[in-house]
């Protein structure tokens, strides 16, 4: 072996659930490729459905490749973080429109109440956008689960709050998702 590499050591708790979460879509999206392969001779308007689900999997996985690549860089201390304005109405319009198409796949409801859409954010957009969309993809685990966002101004600050209709996790779970 190589001396000069200098491995990355993840705890079997942060790695296990992350592994977990690859798994389901990614067979997902080979199930469902097969079957529009296997109906190759059918229009591919007649296939969009399936097709969307492909490109939704296809998010899950590489949404959930990112967080692994995230933790290690934090780990590592490799974490970049460039900070530039921007606004509220920005954020989520780079993080709600995939996840309501997967909402309304489920039978789930994403609303947005008594959101400050003008309100400026001085952060790195994309950690931001990348949190935000784990939190809202966390509670739509559940199918029928109705998301309330909201994101109001206060003072210097910008609140961001999610209520969710899932049924409540465990403590344990909770503050491992909240880590």
């Given amino acids: 072996p190589d ?8 705890p079997v708790g942060l790695v296990t659930p992350v592994a977990e979460s690859i798994r389901h879509p ?16 059918r229009p591919w308007r007649e296939q969009r459905g ?16 990112e967080d692994l690549l995230y933790l290690s860089r934090i780990i590592d201390g490799s974490l ?8 509220v109405g920005r954020i989520l319009a780079g993080v709600l429109p995939r996840l309501q198409r997967r909402a309304r796949h489920d039978g789930s409801e994403i609303m ?4 400050d859409g003008d309100a400026p954010i001085f952060s790195d957009a994309r950690l931001l956008m990348h949190s935000l969309r784990r939190f809202i993809d966390r509670a739509l685990e559940v199918e029928g689960t109705t998301v309330t966002v909201t994101a109001v101004q206060e003072g210097d600050c910008v609140r961001f709050t999610f209520i969710d209709s899932a049924p409540a996790l465990d403590a344990a779970r909770l503050e491992n998702i909240l880590e």
């Fill in 80 to 87: 970049d973080i460039r900070r530039t304005e921007t606004t």
């Fill in 3 to 10: 001396s000069s590499y200098q491995g990355l050591h993840l």
């Fill in 50 to 65: 399936r097709l969307e689900q492909i490109q939704e999997l296809g998010d899950q996985v590489r949404s959930t490749s």
């Fill in 26 to 41: 990614a067979a997902q999206i080979e199930l469902i490729a097969r079957h529009c392969l296997e109906n190759a001779d």
């Fill in 112 to 115: 947005t109440v008594q959101v």
